[in-house]
Nanobody, 120 residues
């Protein structure tokens, strides 16, 4: 059983930056594809970015060029660096772990989420 704990969310002004972290425990971290999803108010959860154990990444069009996913296998942690934040990035951000890189929310393990709020 893998446990995931996100941190780093908060309130930031538009144009600002935040770095989310997700610490994993209870499993073999470097075997998993790690991903970030988000759920905005009134909307379904959506894919943001993912990274394989070997460092292959994918992200959704709306964050490309602004958000960067990375991982530190030695520290069992995945990161999401978010730059040039926009109000429409406001959401609860979730970390997830699974065996396959997919944009669908079918990952096996999920964190509890961290709130990101971007103000004008």
């Amino acid at each position: 059983q893998v446990q995931l704990v996100e941190s780093g969310g908060g309130l930031v002004q538009a144009g600002g930056s935040l770095r989310l972290s997700c610490a994993a425990s209870g499993g073999t971290f470097n075997r998993y594809v790690m991903s970030w999803f988000r759920r905005a108010p009134g909307k379904e959860r959506e894919f943001v970015a993912a990274i394989t154990s070997g460092g292959i990444t994918a992200n959704t069009d709306s964050v490309r060029g602004r958000f960067t996913i990375s991982r530190d296998n030695a520290k069992n942690t995945v990161f999401l660096q978010m730059n040039s934040l926009k109000p429409e990035d406001t959401a609860v951000y979730y970390c997830a772990a699974g065996s396959v890189l997919t944009t669908r929310d079918t990952y096996a393990y999920w964190g509890q989420g961290t709130q990101v709020t971007v103000s004008l």
